[in-house]
């Protein structure tokens, strides 16, 4: 006989979870209990919200589902923007969420929430288990969907007088998962359409890529002289030092780019959707009237076709269909070489820094980070203007050193940042921040320190939402409202929680400050104190303003 919380324990264990991540609630106490002396580790975290991206960020890391554990009702809600972020960006998760006892169900009880309608929506599946024998059904059943198809997050409510029974009930083991195949004909399929054309583009993205798939990515472009982008925050698919590499399809994309997006008669576009990102608000690209061949790799088979029709659509995730393409031969003389490398020439233009205001320039900052951080650095951030710095002159040298939401979560930098570091403790770990981003979650930074983390974090404090204030000046020029903020001490407030603080105000002082950093091998902060100016890589403040003052002039 077993208590619902140790069957789920013993479950996690069959499916090779190492660790989870938890905000404590006195409605999973039964599941505490499993954990204790089960050798699965218990990130205690400080907010739900930040707990959520932890085990996001675990489960983009590893490829295998972060696991969460939430209270009912507040803890749940908390939770929710870190499982849209798993949605969004098809992240392996699985959620399980403390329910009151099913007798007081239906009468809004203390905490009542019904998780299926919350969480429906929002999540790959929502369940709640009523009875503890079929607690195995329903674990086994939760990381298959987490990992099939499509990856994304799962929730499972667990009542608590559920969770503490006892009963008698065989353990299930994990469920192969299913992502589906690409055959030696699809790929030769491929291929072909790949050399009716004289302008192809490969778009690799999506999730669940892996170390062998970026080398297949690059060896099959090479075979084939082709360019490669990548989706939105994805840019560690592939060496960004390749020859073939010709940028990412993402905010503030490199005009060239955008140029050969629109002139390519083809796009080979694996694993990733079809999104608003990727196309520029659907702009680049006209559900309507593509003018294009497109041959769309995806493992969700209601995904293809959806907005944009496919020439040749193929159910699997990119890295499979790579493990085929990569055996074709090589194409002799593709009369598309020479667009290959034009696309990296402008690439290569677009990486030159622009120098913005003040003694403190994020361009330089990112330049010295790129050329002397190891090569396997992980690199973290959230949303924000200052995220633009990193996309566009970081150069990302090898698979599984970018954390970052396709979603756009604020708030998600940090977090994801500590959830790295406690998964590779040898390496650096950078978290790249703003200081509106850093202000939602930096109560984390008490979770790396209790756990060991080692995060270092780099503030650009332009004391404002740089972002909304972007569009607030393109829009509403000159009227300011609701953008600023109050900031505290950043490096002060680091040291109070245990760890390492500095602040930055001229940039000759940066290189210095890092090695600092890295030296106190603890937690670390460095506040970076931008001009009022600074806005984006490309235009200050008042440039904002004054495009915005034409344009209403214009209206």
Known sequence: MRHGGQILVDHLKAEGVRRVFSVPGESFLAALDGLYHSGIENIVCRQEGGA????????????????????????????????HVAMQDSTPMVVFVGQIARAHRDR?????????????????????????E??????????????????????????????SACVDVPDRPAIQTSTGHVTPQDAARVLEAIQS???????????????????????????????????????????????NYVGDLGLGINPGLKAMFDEADALIVL??????????????????????????????????????????????????????????????????????????????AFQTPIETPGPVKLERIMALLSDHLPDDTIMTNGAGNYATWLHRYFCFKQHGTQLAPTSGSMGYGFPSAVAASLENPGRTVVAWLGDGEFQMTLNEMSTAIQHGAKPIAIIANNGRYGTIRMHQERT???????????????????????GHGETVTDGAEFAGAFKRAQQADTLAVIELVLDPQVATPGMTMDELRAQGEKAAKGS
């Open 271 to 348: 694993g990733s959707r079809l999104g608003d990102i990727l196309t520029g608000s659907y702009e680049m690209l006209d559900p309507a009237q593509t003018g294009k061949r497109i041959v769309h790799v995806y493992p969700q088979p209601d995904e293809i076709g959806r907005v944009f029709h496919a020439d040749i659509g193929l159910v699997a995730t990119g890295p499979e269909a790579l493990g085929e393409l990569v055996k074709l031969p090589a194409t002799t003389s593709p009369n598309w070489a020479e667009w290959t490398k034009a696309g990296r020439v402008s690439y290569e």
């Open 52 to 83: 959520a991206m932890m085990a996001e960020a675990h489960g983009k890391l590893t490829g295998e589902p972060g696991v969460l554990f939430v209270t009912r009702g507040p803890g749940a809600t908390n939770a929710s923007s870190g499982i």
């Open 108 to 132: 809004e009880a203390f905490q009542e929430v019904d998780y299926r309608a919350v969480f429906g929506p929002l999540a790959k599946w929502a369940c709640e288990v009523d009875q503890t």
């Open 197 to 243: 054309t004289k302008r192809p583009l490969l778009v690799a993205g999506g999730s669940v890529w892996s170390p062998t798939a970026a080398g297949d990515l690059t060896d099959f472009a090479a075979a084939h002289a082709l360019p490669i982008a990548t989706a939105f925050r994805r840019q560690d698919y592939v060496d960004n030092r390749h020859p």
């Open 134 to 163: 079929r607690l195995p059904e329903y674990l086994a059943r939760a990381f298959h969907v987490a990992r099939s198809g499509r990856p994304g997050p799962v929730v499972v409510a667990l009542p608590e007088d559920m969770l």
């Open 476 to 498: 509403y020029p000159g009227r300011v409202s609701g953008t600023d903020m109050a900031n505290p001490d950043f490096a002060v407030l680091a040291r109070a929680y245990g």
